[in-house]
């Protein structure tokens, strides 16, 4: 990259190389609006999937449809698409013939610009439009307001350029994401088979494991706030203790806090609310604070012999939602109400588990903290690849840093 011999002019968009223009975004593509489906018309077996935007950057449910329409109305695999309500940017569609919803627009490039190019552009622009919007998290732009959008446009040899290093850069990044999702896939399996037992670590194959209670193991914190801490969290089941200003962007704790329970680091606490992934609820280890004030809806405890039971190991015993067996049994009738399960402290505590040793819960606590670990460094490498991505995007689609073009 080089800025040498580059003579800048102004335009709309501020200042932009001499052989560069400023276009409307109308100028140099086609956007065209998918069907229209009332939700009595999607099926559940038909000819053909409806992209709607629910499966436009996640893996909602699809629904399908037999009807034959103007082939414009259909998305082929390589098609450039632009969801423009809710889930919100451009996507290469990858797979067979498809009919695409109404909230989605099929991006057709005209002669002045490379699909490759319009593919970051458009990217780049949404990050633009994310930034200046006002209000929640719900999104949607006209197709109208779309094409009156301005964009730099530099000669077709340098999109031709700057798409391929972007190209290198998104290549590097899906690279590093498929690691991760092996690297999980192997600790999840891992976990499976170490936390129960199925398989073995050397050196601990003929000790036995032992069945006990939880109440054997663990002793309930019911302390109370009386030193009227201010941290007050909340336990995500992705996320575990979150200040509940951060996760609701705002407290909805009472003002008065004196009657909260007060868990100190190394602790455990059981949130009996169901989500996703963690249908019998999700039973979090407080790691990241040294004290936290939750509400008394949770059941909190801590080992009660930290030289015989590994805090570590059962951090991940209780991730591995190992206690959904027994809290099947013992969530009585009338659960579920007002989104969380009903189990009472005295149940809970009766559950029985079976573990192992303490020095084979060090073992394989070990073995999964390692996992942790390269999964966590591979995940701080995926956000360096953004950012570094997203600083090229920054000076090469605006001209401040230009491409030798051979």
Request: aromatic share 12%.
């Amino acid at each position: 990259m080089n800025n040498n011999n580059t003579i800048y002019k102004d335009s709309p968009l501020g200042k932009i190389p001499g052989d560069w223009e400023v276009k409307l975004l109308g100028e140099v593509a086609t956007f065209i609006n998918g069907k229209a489906y009332k939700q009595e018309e999607l099926l559940t077996e038909a000819k053909y999937k409806v992209l709607r935007v629910g499966n436009f950057f996640t893996k909602g449910d699809w629904y399908y449809s037999n009807l034959e329409m103007d082939e414009d109305k259909y998305v082929n695999d390589g098609d450039l698409m632009y969801a423009w309500s809710a889930s919100f940017g451009p996507k290469f569609w990858i797979g067979e013939k498809t009919i695409f919803h109404y909230h989605i627009w099929k991006v057709i490039p005209k002669e002045l610009i490379t699909k490759q190019f319009l593919f970051f552009i458009l990217a780049f622009d949404t990050d633009k439009i994310f930034n200046s919007k006002q209000g929640g998290t719900m999104f949607h732009i006209t197709k109208g307001d779309m094409e009156k959008r301005k964009i730099n446009l530099p000669p077709l040899s340098e999109q031709k350029g700057i798409a391929n290093i972007l190209g290198l850069m998104d290549t590097a990044i899906n690279k590093n994401n498929f690691i991760i999702a092996k690297k999980e896939l192997q600790k999840k399996w891992l976990m499976q088979k170490l936390l129960t037992g199925k398989k073995r670590l050397y050196k601990f194959e003929k000790e036995k494991w032992e069945e006990t209670s939880l109440g054997d193991l663990f002793e309930r914190v019911t302390k109370k706030n009386a030193e009227q801490n201010t941290n007050v969290v909340t336990i995500s089941a992705q996320r575990g203790f979150v200040r509940q200003t951060d996760f609701f962007n705002k407290s909805i704790a009472s003002e008065i806090v004196d009657n909260y329970f007060l868990v100190e680091k190394g602790e455990f606490c059981y949130n009996k609310s169901y989500s996703n992934g963690y249908p019998w609820g999700a039973t979090k280890r407080l790691k990241d604070f040294e004290k936290a004030v939750v509400t008394t809806l949770y059941i909190c405890f801590g080992l009660k012999n930290t030289q015989k039971n590994s805090g570590d190991f059962f951090e991940h015993f209780f991730e591995a939602n190992l206690l959904d067996k027994g809290l099947t049994k013992i969530a009585h009738e009338g659960g579920r109400a007002h989104g969380l399960l009903n189990v009472t402290p005295s149940d809970f505590f009766s559950l029985k588990i079976t573990i192992p040793t303490y020095g084979e819960q060090i073992a394989i606590a070990q073995v999964l903290i390692t996992a942790d670990k390269e999964i966590q460094l591979l995940k701080t490498k995926a956000e360096k690849l953004k950012e570094q991505k997203k600083g090229l995007m920054q000076v090469l689609l605006t001209g401040k840093k230009r491409l030798v073009i051979n």
